[in-house]
């Protein structure tokens, strides 16, 4: 795991550094919120290149779905 550097050089785990980011700038009724988006996502009018676009970046935020490392 990579590591970054926390207050006063100290390095902290990228896991570490990821959550504590998370918590501080992405509030769990945002990500709710998405999770929501990801569950009613229809394609309609997209195309299908769109679509999957849209699913793949969605499902990032579904704990049943979570394929995305960043998340």
Partial sequence: ???RLGPGGI???WEMFK????VKYFPID???KKVV?????KQGNMTVADYAVKFETLCAFSP???????I
């Fill in 19 to 22: 959550r504590e980011f998370l």
């Fill in 37 to 41: 988006e990801f569950m009613e996502l």
């Fill in 11 to 13: 390095a902290i785990p």
């Fill in 1 to 3: 795991a990579k590591m």
């Fill in 30 to 32: 945002v990500k709710n």
């Fill in 64 to 70: 049943h779905y979570n394929t995305l490392e960043w």
